[in-house]
């Protein structure tokens, strides 16, 4: 393989160089990470899951309108992505109480809520990702007032479409965590969707069995972590029941 130019590693990808200016790869790892790196592991087969899942569900997104970096995928573990600036804020959709909503308020995981809440979170490992308000995230430039309008509009768009078709295969959307970034063409920019959704970043239940099919599987230690993800994109139509990704096909709408 050509060795190419590494740009960054996070915790769950690495990013090269792109063949074309503008552009660079997303390779998805196997890695696991939870509370900020405090926990870690291997989730075998991850990777290719969560290329194949992201890269549906950003060309779903797409379909409807919604702009993101996707371009195309390349292999297994890799998709070609636009080049954007990063928005250091990660957006988090809560539609049922869960996670560290549940804890800070003390209520059960579970209860849905009357509407949907979007909370921010600055995106810094050193800091262990502070919740912030649209005040810290204008006053310290991270993104303007236009920027969080599109961020805050794009983002329950988002969450209304996807709810509903993780539905149409038996699966609740918990929450979710989505990152923005800016695309510059000429001297235009657009804030578009970045990064990935997959189980990674997602809290997925069962409808029918409340069964977690994301990654509170392995911040939890529930086992069969590889099974929910497999299981997430079988049910996306992702996945032949062979158990090997194969052409896209359209999904499996249950009843
Ligand atoms: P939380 O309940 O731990 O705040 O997580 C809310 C959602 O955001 C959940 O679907 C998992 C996702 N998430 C990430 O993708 N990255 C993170 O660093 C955190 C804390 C949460
Ligand atoms: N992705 C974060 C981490 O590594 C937290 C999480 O998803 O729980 O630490």
Redesign the pocket.
């Known amino acids: 393989m050509a060795k190419r130019r590494q740009i960054y590693e996070g915790k769950a990808k690495v990013i090269f160089e792109g063949p074309e200016p503008g552009t660079v790869v997303q390779y998805f790892k196997d890695d696991a990470t939870a509370f900020?790196n405090k926990k870690k592991g291997t989730i075998t087969g991850k990777g290719v899951l969560n290329n194949r899942i992201s890269e549906y569900l950003m060309l779903r997104l797409a379909d409807i309108g919604i702009p993101t970096h996707f371009v195309r995928r390349l292999n297994m573990r890799e998709q070609l992505v636009r080049e954007v600036e990063i928005v250091p804020v990660?957006v988090?959709i809560?539609n049922i109480v869960?996670?560290?909503?549940a804890k800070r308020f003390d209520m059960p995981e579970g209860t849905p809520l009357p509407r949907s809440i979007v909370e921010y979170?600055y995106k810094s490992d050193a800091l262990d990702?502070p919740m912030v308000s649209e005040e810290h995230i204008t006053a310290f430039g991270w993104a303007s007032p236009q920027d969080m309008d599109e961020i805050m509009s794009m983002s329950l768009r988002i969450n209304d479409f996807l709810t509903g078709l993780f539905l149409g295969i038996g699966i609740r959307l918990?929450?979710?965590?989505l990152e923005f970034g800016r695309l510059w063409e000429e001297d235009q920019m657009r804030i578009v969707l970045a990064d990935e959704i997959s189980p990674?970043?997602?809290?997925l239940w069962d409808v029918h069995t409340n069964e977690k099919m994301?990654?509170d599987r392995f911040r939890r230690d529930l086992g069969n972590i590889e099974e929910a993800y497999q299981e997430v994109a079988r049910r996306l139509g992702i996945l032949p029941e062979s158990g090997m990704p194969g052409d896209m096909q359209g999904p499996d709408t249950l009843q």
């Not at 869960?98 to 909503?101: D, N, R, T």
């Not at 918990?174 to 965590?177: N, W």
């Not at 990674?200 to 809290?203: A, F, K, L, P, T």
């Open positions: 900020n990660e988090v809560r869960a996670g560290s909503l979170y990702d918990v929450d979710f965590k990674d970043n997602c809290r994301d990654k």
